[in-house]
């Protein structure tokens, strides 16, 4: 993670498109010096997370939770806490905010048939 403003950035979907430039540019020191910790951290977990094609839109990357809270695969409810449904991304069940806003809606269905 060195501080180094890339020449030649990889195609995206991004609409928008994307613009080289050096973290420091966009955040704060201490930010910047915590992201780059960071991502040396997730690069030693997450294979192919560290590359030359990586691309960060913005401050939220495409990570996910290191956790899986256990849930059952009809109720979606948690196996041994009875009202407890975990879902989205912080529970381990999504990768982004629209896998976890599907997730979310999946178990507010569920516990509507519930309360029925």
């Known amino acids: 993670t060195k501080s180094k403003i890339s020449s030649d950035i990889p195609k995206t979907s991004y609409v928008p498109g994307t613009t080289s430039v050096e973290l420091g540019q966009v955040f704060p020191g201490f930010l910047t010096q915590i992201m780059r ?45 009875k009202g407890l449904y975990p879902c989205g991304e912080g529970a381990g069940y999504a990768g982004g905010i629209i896998s976890a806003a599907i997730d979310g809606e999946k178990c507010a269905l569920k516990i509507a048939e519930v309360l029925k």
């Open 37 to 81: 910790e960071g991502f040396n951290e997730f690069g030693k977990t997450m294979r192919g997370y560290m590359t030359n094609d990586a691309i960060l839109h913005a401050p939220e990357s495409r990570t996910s939770s290191p956790v899986r809270i256990p849930r059952d695969n009809e109720t979606l409810e948690h196996v041994q806490i």
